[in-house]
């Protein structure tokens, strides 16, 4: 030990206060008078010594809130924190790429920088929090703003540090089931869907099954010298279907007068919409009946298809974990420390059966032997019953008795390994070397998909002696082809199912390698400080060199579809340093005041596989100054300036078509923009009143990268004040402004701002995006709004966090520990282009603004601490805001079409109830009921629905399955 690893009584409980009021965080008992503490590691800086604290603002949430909440995912529990807001999680379904993602300050989960043990966690592109065993886990810091110049790239919107128990003495054994709970009464609902003749869910249900099972053993060898620590998990979630919920039962959109809700679907129906783009019947719009007859019909609102049952509202999932952490003392000074991670995760996401999809032009001959003559007249006038070859837009959704879901298997395996040396060169001076190795493997099947060439060629078929047999038999071109009969309901065979649903598979290797090695100068040891302070300045200076690989690879199916491989590298070397000076300690107005600064400089090379190839450089810094007039104030303040690099796929990833949500004003019989404003878009006076609508409100949009792309930067200012009143025992408060602008982000634009803006403005550059097809659309293969990655303008928010932390001792009754975070949001702004206006959704959600951006958060707990056998019971108040849907509002950016069906989602209060009690000395129970109250969430028409949305709410933001109840055992010895 250095001398000066001992520190007095209260440092550490002070530390924790000081740092920004813990949230959640169970009272820490103060060291013992005399007992030796190493040098602290505080999350945001690199200075390592006891007596340090960091001027930036940290939540912490530790091992205790875990278990309270019951949380097997450990992204649910940030997920409920007010900084936070969802992002990739497991109540995602249609689009779910099977990871879990943490979104902090609402500025993209690209833009938090997640580590493990101060290190980097995963490959950004393969970033995962899954990969985190909960049970494992000491306590999370969250650093709000910038901290680029502590960490390099990404810490933008701040930090999130997972630090993990790696120093065990014994065996833990952790076991916990969960199911939710819920009561299907929403009559008014419930009314809804059986209005539609769809069927409701059991007015009582239970499902939705978790199970985690955590194991973990270390032990001290060599005389104490060193230390090992082994451990593996087991996790299952159950599915669960949008059909067990009233409010998902049915695909929920706003009625004609939008002020009531309907249920509205996909006009992919399983009974098959035609509508004829060539020959004499140009124009037509059809559907076959619903009893199955071979009968065209007018299509209308009565032939929409309900895709919701099938979906997930919760994927099913197992994951695996297992690791190990070391460290080893080589001499008195050095000592070796290493780990290994590793998780295998899959889930499978579920939804709707697929379909020929409505958009894609089919080719159908007029002489096709499954057509009556009904059907061949109206497809082809008087060419019917010729070999003559019309096209149409098919829309054929293969559900009814041989219904196949689409699947989507989604697994990922992740390794990651480090081994490092750190320890004294001299007194005062210390290093830290590391190597850092992180694999993350991704494949993604996705089954009972039609393949749209084999349909193409299913669909032209020729009567040969009394048999519908494809043409491709009769030429010899594909042996295989079976007939599809898409002119009546259910009419499709076995065979011919087997024949046009296929599977496609991509895969991806991601890889990232770290070089690290700082070295520390603590010129205490030398005597040296400032004349007015007794503590004498540390200084950091270090090299670090980061390499990120992506590898990813479609199979020639996925190809087919357009996906198109891709490949890049990024490679970067950075130097950088950091200094605390301590200026003032123990005076008559300053019981301290320092100052803080860090620079760093980086240098990027980005390459793909084609020879293309990018460099630039990025300086990052910086300042924080710390002051307490006395034991009860301090006041921190901070300014730091941050970038996040291009990502590999940002940079070289191909462009592609995919979907959004959202309307063509354009579309239908009697469209919401007029002509005039239409035209700007592309539409022809024609086309005008008989352009189709988006199929379930989903439209699609062009998206893809640019190697053309430069680094995003950000500037953070925090300022606050922490409070330890001595005359308030056990009380602390912490209250921080944070301001965050990001200046040229990576992103693409909105399709429905760039929709809106153009009907709105004629704003040439946005009108100029429009592609529509042929028809007028914007959806198939030739309908889209262009939206790809480009530096765009600035994102800006701005808040105060507040934490609050205060036990009150009760005596023979024990303790009552109250804590509270709450998050003020002042403006959440977004500059599209540079110049060209901005929007602010704080308050709002919907299109542009995406998921619910409420004014006022928080968490209050309180605890009761029993002196009974040590058991506790703890009440969590969640609360959000309500918020507007951006789309009524005024502002340009954001004004579209008025919907009084939600046009306020009021505010929302979940209750939560745990409790532990001990059970000899090794055993200790715990349960929990979650959203006490069973509440609902709110019911958003699939109109507005947008990022993140599924199941007709916002899953990520309310509890989307009811009350959750679990029960958990921990076994330790």
């Given at each position: 030990?250095?001398?000066?690893?001992?520190?007095?009584?209260?440092?550490?409980?002070?530390?924790?206060?000081?740092?920004?009021?813990?949230?959640?965080?169970?009272?820490?008992?103060?060291?013992?008078?005399?007992?030796?503490?190493?040098?602290?590691?505080?999350?945001?800086?690199?200075?390592?010594?006891?007596?340090?604290?960091?001027?930036?603002?940290?939540?912490?949430?530790?091992?205790?809130?875990?278990?309270?909440?019951?949380?097997?995912?450990?992204?649910?529990?940030?997920?409920?924190?007010?900084?936070?807001?969802?992002?990739?999680?497991?109540?995602?379904?249609?689009?779910?790429?099977?990871?879990?993602?943490?979104?902090?300050?609402?500025?993209?989960?690209?833009?938090?920088?997640?580590?493990?043990?101060?290190?980097?966690?995963?490959?950004?592109?393969?970033?995962?929090?899954?990969?985190?065993?909960?049970?494992?886990v000491e306590r999370v810091d969250v650093v709000t703003g910038g901290a680029?110049?502590?960490?390099?790239?990404?810490?933008?919107?701040?930090?999130?540090?997972?630090?993990?128990?790696?120093?065990?003495?014994?065996?833990?054994?952790?076991?916990?089931?969960?199911?939710?709970?819920?009561?299907?009464?929403?009559?008014?609902?419930?009314?809804?869907?059986?209005?539609?003749?769809?069927?409701?869910?059991?007015?009582?249900?239970?499902?939705?099954?978790?199970?985690?099972?955590?194991?973990?053993?270390?032990?001290?060898?060599?005389?104490?010298?060193?230390?090992?620590?082994?451990?593996?998990?087991?996790?299952?979630?159950?599915?669960?279907?949008?059909?067990?919920?009233?409010?998902?039962?049915?695909?929920?959109?706003?009625?004609?007068?939008?002020?009531?809700?309907?249920?509205?679907?996909?006009?992919?129906?399983?009974?098959?919409?035609?509508?004829?783009?060539?020959?004499?019947?140009?124009?037509?719009?059809?559907?076959?009946?619903?009893?199955?007859?071979?009968?065209?019909?007018?299509?209308?609102?009565?032939?929409?298809?309900?895709?919701?049952?099938?979906?997930?509202?919760q994927r099913v999932d197992r994951r695996y974990t297992a690791g190990m952490?070391?460290?080893?003392?080589?001499?008195?000074?050095?000592?070796?420390?290493?780990?290994?991670?590793?998780?295998?995760?899959?889930?499978?996401?579920?939804?709707?059966?697929?379909?020929?999809?409505?958009?894609?032009?089919?080719?159908?001959?007029?002489?096709?032997?499954?057509?009556?003559?009904?059907?061949?007249?109206?497809?082809?006038?008087?060419?019917?019953?010729?070999?003559?070859?019309?096209?149409?837009?098919?829309g054929y959704r293969l559900d009814g008795e041989n219904a196949r879901p689409?699947?989507?298997?989604?697994?990922?395996?992740?390794?990651?390994?480090?081994?490092?040396?750190?320890?004294?060169?001299?007194?005062?001076?210390?290093?830290?070397?590391?190597?850092?190795?992180?694999?993350?493997?991704?494949?993604?099947?996705?089954?009972?998909?039609?393949?749209?060439?084999?349909?193409?060629?299913?669909?032209?078929?020729?009567?040969?002696?009394?048999?519908?047999?494809?043409?491709?038999?009769?030429?010899?071109?594909?042996?295989?082809?079976?007939?599809?009969?898409?002119?009546?309901?259910?009419?499709?065979?076995?065979?011919?199912?087997?024949?046009?649903?296929?599977?496609?598979?991509?895969?991806?290797?991601?890889?990232?390698?770290?070089?690290?090695?700082?070295?520390?100068?603590?010129?205490?040891?030398?005597?040296?400080?400032?004349?007015?302070?007794?503590?004498?300045?540390?200084?950091?200076?270090?090299?670090?060199?980061?390499?990120?690989?992506?590898?990813?690879?479609?199979?020639?199916?996925?190809?087919?579809?357009?996906?198109?491989?891709?490949?890049?590298?990024?490679?970067?070397?950075?130097?950088?340093?950091?200094?605390?000076?301590?200026?003032?300690?123990?005076?008559?107005?300053?019981?301290?005041?320092?100052?803080?600064?860090?620079?760093?400089?980086?240098?990027?090379?980005?390459?793909?596989?084609?020879?293309?190839?990018?460099?630039?450089?990025?300086?990052?810094?910086?300042?924080?100054?710390?002051?307490?007039?006395?034991?009860?104030?301090?006041?921190?303040?901070?300014?730091?300036?941050?970038?996040?690099?291009?990502?590999?796929?940002?940079?070289?990833?191909?462009?592609?078509?995919?979907?959004?949500?959202?309307?063509?004003?354009?579309?239908?019989?009697?469209?919401?923009?007029?002509?005039?404003?239409?035209?700007?878009?592309?539409?022809?006076?024609?086309?005008?009143?008989?352009?189709?609508?988006?199929?379930?409100?989903?439209?699609?949009?062009?998206?893809?990268?640019?190697?053309?792309?430069?680094?995003?930067?950000?500037?953070?200012?925090?300022?606050?004040?922490?409070?330890?009143?001595?005359?308030?025992?056990?009380?602390?408060?912490?209250?921080?402004?944070?301001?965050?602008?990001?200046?040229?982000?990576?992103?693409?634009?909105?399709?429905?701002?760039?929709?809106?803006?153009?009907?709105?403005?004629?704003?040439?550059?946005?009108?100029?995006?429009?592609?529509?097809?042929?028809?007028?659309?914007?959806?198939?293969?030739?309908?889209?709004?262009?939206?790809?990655?480009?530096?765009?303008?600035?994102?800006?928010?701005?808040?105060?966090?507040?934490?609050?932390?205060?036990?009150?001792?009760?005596?023979?009754?024990?303790?009552?520990?109250?804590?509270?975070?709450?998050?003020?949001?002042?403006?959440?702004?977004?500059?599209?282009?540079?110049?060209?206006?901005?929007?602010?959704?704080?308050?709002?959600?919907?299109?542009?603004?995406?998921?619910?951006?409420?004014?006022?958060?928080?968490?209050?707990?309180?605890?009761?601490?029993?002196?009974?056998?040590?058991?506790?019971?703890?009440?969590?108040?969640?609360?959000?805001?309500?918020?507007?849907?951006?789309?009524?509002?005024?502002?340009?950016?954001?004004?579209?079409?008025?919907?009084?069906?939600?046009?306020?989602?009021?505010?929302?209060?979940?209750?939560?109830?745990?409790?532990?009690?001990?059970?000899?000395?090794?055993?200790?129970?715990?349960?929990?009921?979650?959203?006490?109250?069973?509440?609902?969430?709110?019911?958003?028409?699939?109109?507005?629905?947008?990022?993140?949305?599924?199941?007709?709410?916002?899953?990520?933001?309310?509890?989307?399955?009811?009350?959750?109840?679990?029960?958990?055992?921990?076994?330790?010895?």
């Open positions: 030990m250095t001398k000066h690893s001992a520190i007095k009584k209260g440092v550490i409980a002070a530390i924790a206060m000081m740092n920004a009021t813990p949230l959640m965080v169970q009272a820490q008992e103060a060291a013992s008078e005399g007992a030796e503490v190493e040098a602290i590691t505080v999350t945001g800086s690199r200075i390592q010594r006891a007596e340090y604290t960091t001027n930036s603002p940290i939540s912490v949430v530790d091992d205790s809130e875990i278990k309270f909440q019951g949380a097997t995912s450990i992204e649910s529990v940030l997920n409920k924190m007010p900084q936070f807001t969802a992002d990739a999680n497991e109540n995602v379904s249609n689009g779910s790429d099977g990871t879990s993602q943490i979104n902090l300050r609402n500025l993209g989960s690209n833009r938090v920088l997640t580590l493990v043990n101060g290190q980097r966690m995963l490959p950004t592109m393969g970033m995962d929090v899954n990969f985190i065993p909960s049970a494992l680029s110049a502590v960490y390099g790239s990404d810490a933008i919107s701040g930090v999130v540090n997972f630090i993990l128990k790696d120093d065990l003495n014994g065996i833990i054994f952790d076991i916990q089931g969960s199911g939710y709970q819920h009561n299907n009464d929403d009559s008014a609902t419930r009314d809804l869907v059986t209005s539609y003749g769809y069927e409701v869910p059991d007015s009582s249900v239970w499902d939705g099954e978790k199970y985690d099972f955590n194991f973990a053993a270390g032990t001290d060898f060599v005389d104490g010298k060193g230390n090992i620590t082994f451990y593996a998990g087991y996790r299952r979630t159950e599915p669960v279907l949008q059909s067990e919920r009233d409010y998902s039962a049915c695909a929920i959109s706003a009625n004609s007068t939008l002020d009531g809700y309907a249920c509205g679907g996909s006009g992919n129906n399983p009974w098959g919409r035609f509508s004829v783009l060539s020959g004499p019947m140009t124009g037509g719009s059809y559907n076959n009946v619903k009893d199955g007859s071979k009968e065209w019909d007018t299509y209308g609102d009565e032939y929409l298809y309900n895709y919701n049952p099938l979906n997930y509202i952490m070391t460290h080893y003392a080589v001499t008195d000074t050095d000592e070796v420390y290493g780990s290994f991670m590793f998780m295998d995760d899959q889930s499978f996401s579920q939804i709707a059966p697929s379909a020929l999809w409505f958009g894609d032009d089919y080719a159908i001959n007029c002489d096709n032997p499954l057509m009556s003559s009904q059907q061949a007249a109206a497809l082809c006038g008087t060419s019917a019953g010729t070999s003559e070859i019309i096209d149409a837009y098919v689409r699947r989507d298997n989604l697994r990922h395996t992740d390794y990651r390994f480090s081994l490092g040396m750190r320890g004294d060169i001299n007194d005062g001076i210390t290093y830290d070397v590391s190597y850092l190795r992180t694999t993350a493997l991704y494949q993604e099947t996705f089954m009972n998909d039609v393949n749209p060439e084999r349909a193409a060629r299913a669909l032209l078929a020729t009567d040969v002696n009394g048999v519908a047999t494809c043409n491709s038999v009769i030429d010899g071109s594909d042996s295989a082809c079976v007939p599809i009969d898409v002119f009546a309901y259910s009419g499709i065979s076995d065979e011919a199912f087997d024949y046009i649903l296929t599977s496609n598979s991509t895969e991806s290797t991601q890889t990232l390698d770290v070089l690290s090695a700082f070295s520390q100068i603590d010129l205490d040891y030398y005597d040296i400080s400032l004349p007015w302070a007794m503590t004498g300045p540390a200084m950091v200076v270090g090299y670090e060199h980061r390499k990120e690989v992506l590898d990813f690879e479609a199979d020639a199916i996925a190809e087919s579809y357009g996906t198109e491989d891709a490949y890049g590298v990024i490679e970067v070397d950075e130097v950088y340093t950091e200094i605390d000076i301590p200026l003032v300690e123990d005076a008559s107005w300053a019981k301290y005041l320092g100052i803080n600064a860090g620079l760093r400089y980086s240098e990027y090379t980005n390459s793909d596989d084609e020879g293309n190839e990018s460099e630039y450089d990025a300086t990052t810094y910086k300042f924080e100054l710390s002051y307490s007039p006395n034991d009860d104030l301090r006041f921190r303040a901070s300014f730091n300036h941050a970038i996040r690099a291009p990502n590999v796929s940002e940079l070289f990833s191909s462009q592609g078509l995919g979907n959004y949500s959202g309307t063509d004003p354009c579309s239908g019989a009697n469209p919401t923009a007029t002509f005039e404003q239409c035209a700007r878009t592309g539409v022809t006076e024609a086309q005008y009143g008989n352009i189709i609508e988006c199929p379930a409100e989903t439209c699609v949009q062009q998206y893809g990268g640019n190697p053309n792309l430069r680094p995003e930067e950000a500037d953070t200012y925090t300022v606050g004040i922490v409070i330890t009143p001595e005359a308030v025992e056990n009380l602390s408060v912490s209250l921080d402004y944070y301001n965050i602008k990001v200046e040229d982000y990576i992103g693409s634009i909105d399709p429905n701002l760039i929709i809106n803006q153009c009907i709105a403005t004629g704003n040439s550059y946005y009108c100029d995006l429009f592609n529509r097809s042929r028809a007028g659309t914007l959806f198939g293969t030739d309908g889209y709004v262009t939206s790809t990655t480009l530096n765009t303008g600035y994102l800006q928010t701005s808040g105060v966090d507040i934490n609050a932390n205060y036990t009150y001792e009760m005596g023979e009754y024990g303790s009552l520990g109250m804590q509270l975070v709450g998050t003020y949001l002042n403006e959440m702004v977004t500059e599209p282009q540079p110049g060209l206006g901005t929007y602010d959704c704080k308050g709002l959600y919907g299109p542009s603004c995406g998921q619910p951006v409420p004014e006022w958060r928080h968490n209050a707990r309180a605890t009761w601490m029993m002196p009974w056998m040590d058991a506790q019971v703890s009440l969590l108040w969640r609360y959000m805001d309500s918020v507007k849907l951006s789309l009524n509002e005024s502002n340009e950016f954001l004004t579209g079409t008025n919907y009084e069906i939600n046009a306020e989602i009021g505010s929302y209060s979940y209750f939560d109830l745990a409790g532990s009690i001990p059970v000899g000395d090794h055993l200790v129970f715990r349960g929990g009921i979650n959203n006490l109250l069973d509440r609902d969430p709110p019911i958003i028409v699939s109109n507005v629905l947008s990022s993140f949305g599924n199941g007709n709410t916002f899953p990520g933001m309310y509890d989307p399955l009811g009350r959750s109840i679990y029960i958990g055992l921990t076994a330790s010895f």
